[in-house]
């Protein structure tokens, strides 16, 4: 049975986990899409707003660049996960990439996008100590604790 997996992907070490477990443990007919949250700092370079300061204005084009950078990274980071996948036997079609830009907070944009049919979500654990972790939260634990009815695989 063909199952849909959402891996939640952010282009760090543990994303690429989550990535190879999959590969590793998931058979090749699955259906498998890669999502990326990406922050809305994109917002902050069509701001202009009386209230801003000098030194923000003066420095807004680089702010713009620099975002611009990172969604060039997050793809190329997105294209290997992709092709790791592929090399696993993963077919073309069936590996999808999508990046969205944050609406509500990264675990509760997964969640949502949870909601249009996946059987699993797949994250890597970002390794917070006990106490960041309690006083700050992570997002697998938030889309740990907040899924329903939907399996949450954390990969360590």
Same mark, same amino acid.
């Given at each position: 049975?063909?199952?849909?997996?959402?891996?939640?992907?952010?282009?760090? $070490?543990?994303?690429?986990?989550?990535?190879?477990?999959?590969?590793?443990?998931?058979?090749?007919?699955?259906?498998?899409?890669?999502?990326?949250?990406?922050?809305?700092?994109?917002?902050?370079?069509?701001?202009?707003?009386?209230?801003?300061?000098?030194?923000?204005?003066?420095?807004?084009?680089?702010?713009?660049?620099?975002?611009?950078?990172?969604?060039?990274?997050?793809?190329?980071?997105?294209?290997?996960? $992709?092709?790791?996948?592929?090399?696993?036997?993963?077919?073309?079609?069936?590996?999808?990439? $999508?990046?969205?830009?944050?609406?509500?907070?990264?675990?509760?944009?997964?969640?949502?996008?949870?909601?249009?049919?996946?059987?699993?979500?797949?994250?890597?654990?970002?390794?917070?100590?006990?106490? $960041?972790?309690?006083?700050?939260?992570?997002?697998?634990?938030?889309?740990?604790?907040?899924?329903?009815?939907?399996?949450?695989?954390?990969?360590?």
């Amino acid at each position: 049975m063909t199952q849909k997996i959402l891996i939640a992907f952010d282009d760090s $070490k543990n994303a690429f986990r989550a990535v190879e477990f999959v590969a590793k443990s998931f058979s090749p007919q699955n259906d498998i899409t890669l999502l990326n949250i990406m922050l809305d700092t994109a917002a902050l370079c069509k701001m202009n707003s009386p209230e801003l300061t000098p030194l923000f204005r003066s420095q807004q084009s680089s702010f713009c660049s620099l975002e611009d950078k990172k969604r060039e990274l997050v793809n190329e980071a997105m294209q290997k996960a $992709k092709n790791l996948l592929n090399s696993a036997g993963f077919e073309d079609q069936n590996v999808h990439l $999508k990046i969205v830009n944050k609406a509500f907070g990264v675990a509760r944009d997964i969640l949502a996008e949870a909601q249009n049919g996946y059987d699993v979500i797949v994250l890597g654990r970002r390794g917070l100590s006990a106490v $960041k972790e309690f006083f700050l939260g992570s997002t697998s634990h938030k889309v740990f604790t907040g899924a329903k009815n939907i399996s949450v695989l954390i990969i360590n």
